[in-house]
């Protein structure tokens, strides 16, 4: 996120009119395009809000997969007052136990716990309890630094295959940790209008309209690195470049 | 419910030009009075709101706790394109687990699908599989028949003690199952003022008003019998009845 078209986004909002509640953000390995927003913005951005009167909704559950250095600090070590962190156990040790925490403004503590009861009454007791008893008893930090391993050689699989395979008017993000690169196509390609074909050779992906409210992001796909092994990945990657270019070369003769 | 009391709120609520959008009720051993739907009225309560278009919410996590006799079948069981069945793994295998279903009219589906997902994006698939395993290979009828008997013998040491400790101006429901009695006391008492006088006696209870929406419930109090022994229910019904007569005659010696 760049500091200056966030202040232009305030402006155009307000100008119309659309009260601001908060912003969200995915500081590290942001999904859906894995990149990660440098510290220096992550001041900026923190300055902005607060002078502007706006929650900052910190989300990070991938800020403990960095594969090359640690993630910057977290948002709310700047700023605990105009900062809602959500953490998360979905992406280091069990997405089915669908617990997670948040450290939240002491202003906004008693909404916030009346808004949960609310919506889910409480979370179970019996995945928190089996999450707490791992942390205590298992090496959870060993466990994650493996998994930062394996989701290392997947993305370099991921970006080699993309490099050999796809075309080269496609671009993608390089990212330094988490699940996913963001995948740009040429724009006349219409990703959603693709997968069927994709799917018929067996790879799938999340066409990037489903990232955006305004039908924008129709020529970007989504690609995940996290479950496939190296192996299938070098594989889907290969037969996707392949689906990618009759595309191209279909709409091309279309076009002319 | 009183089928006629139903048409009367249908009528004024629609005259303040209010919307109904359902009818949310607990059959089974309601919370917070222990009382039963009888199956004339459960009839008669599906026709009305089939003719007025209102979907009926049948929410039944005590069904299967009857002590004396099984429960009248579900009102869904007879009307299954206008009642949103609830069941729940709360009461009878673990509360802990979060785990319920739903039965929904063909109709509703998609949406409710989509309302859970953007509530909760899934439940625990761990504490799903958890449950279809106890299903699946413990003999859960028999656990739940062994608890019936458990909190029959709990009920009737409230019901004993009720009658032995509390005022005569007292009244109260006679649960065939469930968790719950409501205790109706003389109006002058008011049993969220009374609370703190209750726990110093070591004694808790949930004051009726938690059950309105407008403030009623004053002089009633939800009394539960599921987790004590019985000899702490004797107790505490007698500590309870203690602080309901001194309570009593301060009020009365007040308005004197």
Same mark, same amino acid.
């Given at each position: %996120?760049? =500091?200056?078209?966030?202040?232009?986004?305030?402006?155009?909002?307000?100008?119309?009119?659309? !009260?601001?509640?908060?912003? $969200?953000?995915?500081?590290? @390995?942001?999904?859906?395009?894995?990149?990660?927003?440098?510290?220096?913005?992550?001041? *900026?951005?923190?300055?902005?809000?607060?002078?502007?009167?706006?929650?900052?909704?910190?989300? &990070?559950?991938?800020?403990?997969?960095?594969?090359?250095?640690?993630?910057?600090?977290?948002?709310?070590? *700047?700023?605990?007052?105009?900062?809602?962190?959500?953490?998360?156990?979905?992406?280091?040790?069990?997405?089915?136990?669908?617990?997670?925490?948040?450290?939240?403004?002491?202003?906004?503590?008693? !909404?916030?716990?009346?808004?949960?009861?609310?919506?889910?009454?409480?979370?179970? &007791?019996?995945?928190?309890?089996?999450?707490?008893?791992?942390?205590?008893?298992?090496?959870?930090?060993?466990?994650?630094?493996?998994? #930062?391993?394996?989701? !290392?050689?997947?993305?370099?699989?991921?970006?080699?295959?993309?490099?050999?395979?796809? =075309?080269?008017?496609?671009?993608?993000? +390089?990212?330094?940790?988490?699940? $996913?690169?963001?995948?740009?196509? =040429?724009? *006349?390609?219409?990703? !959603?209008?693709? %997968? =069927?074909?994709?799917?018929?050779? +067996?790879?799938? $992906?999340?066409?990037?309209?489903?990232? $955006?409210?305004?039908?924008?992001?129709?020529?970007?796909?989504?690609?995940? @690195? #996290?479950?496939?092994?190296?192996?299938?990945?070098? *594989?889907?990657?290969?037969?996707?470049?392949?689906?990618?270019?009759?595309? %191209?070369?279909?709409?091309?003769?279309?076009?002319?």
């Amino acid at each position: %996120m760049i =500091p200056q078209s966030l202040r232009d986004a305030i402006k155009v909002t307000r100008a119309a009119g659309r !009260k601001i509640k908060f912003l $969200y953000l995915i500081p590290n @390995y942001q999904n859906p395009t894995g990149v990660l927003l440098p510290a220096t913005r992550r001041t *900026e951005i923190l300055a902005i809000c607060r002078e502007e009167g706006i929650f900052v909704v910190e989300d &990070n559950p991938y800020g403990l997969l960095g594969f090359d250095r640690p993630s910057p600090n977290a948002m709310r070590a *700047e700023d605990s007052e105009n900062v809602i962190y959500l953490g998360s156990f979905s992406k280091t040790i069990a997405s089915g136990l669908r617990i997670g925490w948040a450290l939240v403004p002491q202003s906004l503590k008693d !909404k916030l716990v009346i808004a949960s009861e609310s919506s889910i009454l409480c979370p179970s &007791n019996f995945t928190q309890l089996t999450i707490a008893n791992y942390l205590t008893h298992q090496p959870w930090r060993d466990q994650i630094a493996s998994f #930062c391993e394996v989701y !290392k050689v997947r993305r370099d699989a991921m970006l080699e295959s993309l490099a050999e395979h796809f =075309p080269q008017e496609a671009t993608w993000t +390089k990212p330094g940790g988490g699940f $996913y690169v963001w995948v740009n196509l =040429p724009p *006349e390609i219409d990703t !959603k209008a693709m %997968m =069927p074909k994709a799917i018929v050779a +067996k790879v799938a $992906y999340v066409p990037g309209t489903a990232f $955006y409210a305004d039908g924008f992001g129709s020529w970007s796909m989504r690609l995940s @690195y #996290c479950h496939p092994t190296p192996e299938r990945i070098r *594989e889907g990657v290969k037969a996707l470049g392949h689906v990618v270019k009759q595309e %191209m070369s279909r709409r091309g003769s279309a076009l002319n």
